[in-house]
């Protein structure tokens, strides 16, 4: 079975379920979705080690840094103008 037809399959389902059913999907849809943003997190955290230098966009441009800590799921970074960012590991490039 392809692709298309498997979504087309699981659309008729849902348009089966009953309201406690569809909150139970939604729980797992979103719990799914965290597993796979935190994996895709984890992996580009690993990218970085503490005292790389970095950069990364602002609504005010581009900041460069070094950073400081890995946390859970930011970086800090500490901006060479002196502040401190917490930056998710997506965002940052090598500098």
């Not at 392809?2 to 979504?7: H, M, T, V």
């Not at 946390?71 to 960012?85: C, E, F, L």
Request: positive net charge; aromatic residues 4%.
């Amino acid at each position: 079975m392809d692709k298309l037809a498997d979504r087309t399959a699981v659309m008729a389902l849902i348009k089966r379920l009953g309201e406690n059913d569809l909150i139970s999907l939604n729980k797992l849809i979103v719990e799914r979705l965290k597993l796979i943003a935190q994996a895709k997190s984890t992996q580009h955290m690993a990218r970085f080690n503490i005292g790389d230098r970095v950069g990364f966009r602002t609504h005010d441009g581009k900041k460069t840094g070094i950073v400081t800590r890995l946390n859970k799921k930011t970086v800090s970074i500490k901006t060479d103008d002196g502040a401190d960012w917490n930056v998710s590991p997506v965002h940052l490039t090598a500098e």
